[in-house]
């Protein structure tokens, strides 16, 4: 059965076309023993990251990788979205989430996939302050709000987490087939739908893990973040206030 897995990589990005440069540079030693196909879910980008990909994928002889795009910018949970109903419609078994911002690297999926194959765990999360994992050039701010919403998820749900924000994840694609998990709402288009899968996942007894993962914030690049202040934070925190008050299902 391990043997006949298939594992869609999904890489969202919006206008990265300055940065998902250094991520595609690390496909090149990229390898799993197992059927997997890349998809690069382009939320609407304006910019030139299509081209950029395009270039690389015909450079390199990349075949088994295919790029969507939205027609304008729908948010980041839109963009998961599509790719889960993607892998859900071609019959992939595991799906791998990363940004296309270059701070993840894909030589590291094969920590996020082991858990799930080899100890049948549905959901694992990569973490930067797991023993193991790291983080280069991390803002200051950025990891005292990091550390502060990872607080607020232990507190208001239970499990353990280090990294709560940590975008870097893989999970079962079976999970999406549980009637109580709803990802096509229209409230999840933004950073809404991560912390929904997170609550839903763990209130409804899933195997839940984290693994320890590295995570580089490029020096002299601007913009390492497309996270805005106070109303992006608020999109995380969100999703647990409307469930816990079942506004929200």
Not at 19 to 31: D, G, N, P, V, Y
Request: charged share 25%; glycine share 6%.
């Amino acid at each position: 059965m391990k043997n006949n897995l298939k594992i869609l990589i999904g890489v969202v990005f919006y206008n990265e076309a300055d940065k998902i440069r250094f991520l595609l540079e690390k496909f090149k030693r990229f390898h799993l023993n197992f059927s997997y196909k890349i998809l690069f879910l382009n939320d609407g980008s304006t910019d030139n990251s299509v081209k950029v990909i395009k270039i690389f994928l015909k450079k390199n002889y990349i075949k088994n990788a295919k790029i969507i795009s939205h027609t304008s910018n729908r948010g980041v949970g839109s963009a998961i979205r599509s790719v889960i109903n993607f892998g859900l419609s071609n019959n992939f078994d595991i799906c791998v989430i990363m940004a296309g911002n270059g701070k993840d690297t894909p030589l590291e999926i094969p920590l996020l996939l082991s858990p799930i194959i080899n100890d049948n765990f549905d959901y694992v999360q990569g973490s930067r302050f797991l023993k193991g994992g790291s983080f280069k050039n991390l803002p200051i701010l950025r990891k005292i709000m990091i550390l502060g919403f990872t607080l607020f998820m232990r507190i208001f749900i239970g499990f353990k987490f280090t990294d709560s924000t940590n975008g870097f994840r893989a999970y079962k694609l079976s999970i999406f087939k549980d009637r109580r998990i709803n990802i096509d709402q229209n409230w999840l288009n933004s950073y809404e739908l991560e912390v929904y899968l997170h609550y839903k996942v763990i209130t409804l007894g899933y195997k839940v893990k984290e693994v320890p993962i590295s995570k580089d914030y490029l020096a002299n690049v601007k913009n390492y973040s497309k996270i805005r202040p106070i109303i992006d934070w608020w999109k995380f925190a969100k999703p647990v206030f409307l469930l816990k008050l079942k506004l929200k299902n």
